[in-house]
């Protein structure tokens, strides 16, 4: 297996695998295990051939959930090779009937065979390791989903756990560490899921070597291993991806590293300065300050396509970048903040290719551009990790913590006709707002919050004259990944006094609403 540049090398600790079968939730189960400190890597079934199994050597297997029938014929299934590693293995959901008919047992479907949602297990008469902790209550709440089920063991296995709708909720042959769930412990709605997973890498033997302390300092060696004495650059965005990058490269290998902080006239209020102050006089990493302000806004006078507006600033941002990076002489790498979720390989069942919702605004295209190599180092990583990796390298928390900005800015949070005046306005309903939920203390239950100025002026009142100004919105949303997003259920007294405060503070907005759109159908930005 070759592992990615300037990350350190997996094959130092014990792994896992999770084989995925194209459930919605199977990074979760990664998760769970980043967070009891075991290092692993999702791969979908049909690369995880025999030769890919012996090369990764795994010390646990996991087969993930997934939307197929395994009575259909060419249904989803590991190489038979797995089961003869050696290795523990949990199958759960789908897999675990891939597991018990690849071993000889019988899954069924059909009329009353499916349970969605949440159930209770019970525990059967015979002790499991694997269970250690459960039961303490007499049952357990699990998430269940499943069309099909188990309906005969295969030989050598035992039933340890029962739901109404699942006979075979919890099965297991002990003497071959093989353990098979027809529920889901990987999800919150398994609110004792936790314990199962610590049993299995426990009873595995993984020695929990995966922390960020550790990989921070293997890190910094990947990179210079893969660095050498050439120079880095690094598009500094403020977001926390990026900043976490240049300070782990930063530290690596010091004064090599050069970021560009491309300030697009589209940030929030005081932002540039947060960040450029931060990293330059704080943290003493060396960064470009690129004040381009007017070639952006210029270029998207008259625009109010959101589509071009993300493309004019796409294409401008690569430019400006371009344009500061070659003043920086002997540049051989670019370093991205690229996730380990960008990186997985997702089963896809759907197949074709799927619809653009939105172009997102990144520097992809550049390296091979400029004839730049690429360093990564947080490939190997979930958002989480790279938190935690931020405190570890003494970012501080305030600067962790900060909800994502989208590369176009406040471009795709004023709809209609950018106007440097609605920008300036925008800015402060913005910073009001944003105060308002600090001082209440709901910053960190929010994923993200911000105002979006409309492109309507609204007829006001206020003392004895009349108004005649723009109307915001406020948005704020709760989500896991931005994939999906519910609206905040902020109190009415906490709209009221915002609102207020906005209209008392913001010359310019005379209307504020509240946007309580999720996503789906909605999108977390306007545009
Ligand atoms: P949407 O609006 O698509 O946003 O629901 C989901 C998340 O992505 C962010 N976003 C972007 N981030 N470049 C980025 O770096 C972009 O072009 C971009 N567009 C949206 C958005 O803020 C939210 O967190």
């Known amino acids: 297996m070759t592992t990615p540049a300037a990350v350190p090398d997996p094959a130092d600790h014990d792994r896992l695998l999770i084989i995925d079968f194209g459930s919605q939730v199977t990074q979760l189960i990664a998760r769970r295990l980043r967070e009891l400190n075991v290092y692993c890597e999702i791969h979908p079934y049909q690369s995880v051939t025999e030769a890919f199994l012996s090369g990764f050597a795994p010390k646990a297997v996991i087969f993930s959930g997934g939307p197929d029938s395994v009575t259909r014929d060419g249904s989803p299934r590991p190489p038979r090779a797995v089961y003869d590693m050696g290795v523990p293995i949990l199958g759960i959901c789908y897999g675990q009937q891939v597991m018990m008919q690849d071993l000889g047992g019988e899954v069924i479907s059909g009329h009353g065979t499916a349970e969605f949602g949440r159930a209770y297990v019970t525990p059967s008469e015979a002790r499991l390791p694997l269970l250690d902790g459960w039961f303490s209550g007499g049952r357990e709440q699990v998430w269940m989903s499943h069309g099909d089920h188990v309906s005969r063991l295969a030989p050598g296995f035992e039933v340890y756990g029962t739901s109404p709708n699942a006979p075979f909720a919890i099965t297991a042959d002990p003497s071959r560490n093989f353990y098979a769930v027809q529920f889901h412990p990987e999800v919150h709605h398994t609110p004792n899921g936790r314990t199962l997973y610590e049993n299995f890498i426990r009873l595995a033997g993984f020695a929990g070597d995966w922390t960020m302390a550790a990989y921070r300092e293997e890190a910094v060696q990947a990179i210079r291993d893969q660095v050498g004495r050439a120079k880095v650059i690094c598009a500094l965005s403020g977001g926390v991806d990026s900043s976490v990058a240049a300070a782990l490269i930063h530290e690596a290998v010091g004064d090599q590293l050069t970021c560009v902080f491309v300030d697009h006239g589209l940030l929030r209020q005081d932002e540039a300065e947060e960040v450029v102050g931060m990293f330059r006089d704080h943290m003493n990493l060396h960064v470009i300050h690129a004040e381009e302000q007017d070639r952006f806004l210029t270029a998207l006078e008259g625009v109010s396509d959101p589509e071009v507006k993300r493309k004019t600033i796409g294409k401008l941002f690569i430019d400006v970048f371009q344009h500061y990076a070659d003043q ?25 290719p799927s619809v653009t919702i939105k172009s997102h605004h990144n520097v992809g ?31 501080p928390d305030s600067f962790i913590g900060r909800h994502p900005f989208p590369g176009p800015g406040l471009a795709i949070r004023c709809p209609g006709e950018i106007t440097r005046q609605k920008l300036d306005i925008l800015r402060k309903a913005d910073a009001v707002y ?39 919105a406020l948005r704020a949303v709760t989500s896991v990944d931005g994939m999906t997003a519910d609206y905040y259920p902020f109190s009415h007294d906490f709209l009221g006094e915002t609102a207020t405060r906005i209209i008392n503070e913001v010359k310019g907005i005379n209307r504020v609403t509240y946007d309580i759109t999720s996503k789906p159908p909605g999108t977390i930005e306007w545009e």
């Open 328 to 352: 920086i002489e002997g540049a051989e790498f670019l370093a991205q903040g690229t996730l380990y979720p960008d990186v997985i390989e997702s089963v896809s069942f759907s197949g074709g």
């Open 365 to 395: 295209g550049l390296p091979e551009k400029m004839g730049l190599k690429l360093v990564e180092p947080l490939r190997e990583l979930f958002k989480d990790e790279v938190r935690a990796l931020g405190r570890e390298l003494g970012l």
């Open 434 to 472: 944003i105060d308002q939920i600090r001082r209440h203390g709901l910053y960190d239950e929010i994923w993200q919050a911000f105002v979006a100025i409309l492109p309507v002026r609204t007829v006001g009142v206020m003392g004895d004259g009349r108004t005649y100004d723009y109307a915001c």
